[in-house]
C-alpha cells in the first residue's frame, strides 16, 4: 500500500506544478503517470493473489459459504 501512496505523492506534487505553479512539468508527469500505472498493477497483482475463490453455485444451487476471517497481528 505504501507503494501506490508514494507514486500518488509523487503524481500529485507534479500536478500540482503544473496546474497552480504553471510550471512546464509535461514530462515528469507523464513519467510519474507511469509509475502510479505499475503501482496500481502491483495492487491489483496483490489483490488477485490473495483472494481466495469459493464457489456460489453448486449444481445449479446458491450455496453461502461462511468466510474465513484472516486475523491481523497486534490483535
Given at each position: 500500500?505504501s507503494i501506490?501512496?508514494?507514486a500518488q ?6 500536478a500540482?506544478l ?5 510550471k ?10 507511469i509509475?502510479?500505472f505499475a ?5 491489483m ?6 483472494h481466495?475463490f469459493?464457489?456460489m ?7 453461502y ?6 486475523r491481523?497481528?497486534?490483535?
Amino acid at each position: 500500500m505504501s507503494i501506490w501512496t508514494g507514486a500518488q505523492v509523487h503524481w500529485l506534487g507534479w500536478a500540482y506544478l503544473l496546474e497552480f505553479k504553471g510550471k512546464n512539468t509535461f514530462l515528469p508527469l507523464w513519467v510519474a503517470s507511469i509509475f502510479f500505472f505499475a503501482a496500481n498493477i502491483v495492487v491489483m497483482v496483490t489483490i488477485i493473489r490473495h483472494h481466495s475463490f469459493c464457489p456460489m453455485f453448486q449444481r445449479g444451487v446458491l450455496t453461502y459459504v461462511r468466510l474465513k476471517s484472516r486475523r491481523i497481528k497486534g490483535e
